[in-house]
């Protein structure tokens, strides 16, 4: 029996999985170096999940001065906000990552966190970008969920407020009194045109010749 082989132009989900694996790695003789934070995530704390999942940790100079490192080929005055905002995040996420890997790995050279960080700026932008444009609309929603529910609030306590006062609750009362006077007024014409006799006129029948 021979075992089926598999079309060139076909991928397996092992294959895929393979080279998403190299993609997401480096290996210095037999050692093997996560370039993806996130395969990191069994040795952090909450406080380090939080700090690398959301963006705007860092301070603004600091991803400033290292745009340039990892976006060499990049006019930044010609990029709309919605683009500077994913680069930049993206500039944010291969700080932090580089972080983690040296603080995982302490056992790297300087030139090895160099070949690291080459690897990372070719296999890892768009997703970072990717990524952080999630993020920042993730984040978005949630203020504007946030920002209804608070006029909500404070329209509430408005008119709760408005209510409370003295000149509200002594014009309310003349209101009210109109209003249950014309309820009972409609209530009486009603229950009086119920009660009205009908008049019905009987026909008038004619005699058979």
């Known amino acids: 029996m021979t075992a089926a082989t598999v079309p060139s132009g076909s991928t397996t989900p092992d294959s895929d999985r393979q080279r998403r694996l190299q993609q997401d790695s480096i290996q210095f003789g037999a050692k093997t170096v996560y370039l993806n934070p996130f395969l990191y995530w069994r040795r952090f704390d909450a406080n380090t999940d939080r700090w690398l999942r959301e963006p705007g940790q860092l301070m603004e100079e600091q991803i400033l001065t290292n745009r340039a490192r990892f976006y060499p080929e990049v006019n930044w005055d010609l990029l709309d906000k919605d683009e500077r905002d994913a680069k930049d995040g993206a500039v944010e996420m291969f700080i932090k990552s580089l972080e983690l890997i040296s603080t995982f790995n302490p056992e790297l050279t300087a030139g090895q966190l160099l070949e690291v960080e080459r690897k990372m700026a070719v296999t ?69 045109q119920n009660c009205r006799q009908v008049i019905v006129n009987p026909g008038i029948q004619r005699l058979a010749p």
């Open 124 to 192: 890892k932008k768009q997703s970072f970008e990717r990524w952080v444009a999630r993020a920042l609309k993730r984040r978005l929603n949630e203020e504007h969920k946030a920002r209804r529910r608070f006029d909500r609030e404070r329209s509430w306590l408005a008119w709760m407020e408005w209510l409370s006062l003295d000149v509200t609750r002594q014009a309310l009362v003349p209101l009210a009194s109109l209003l249950v006077i014309a309820v009972a007024g409609g209530w009486w014409w009603g229950s009086q």
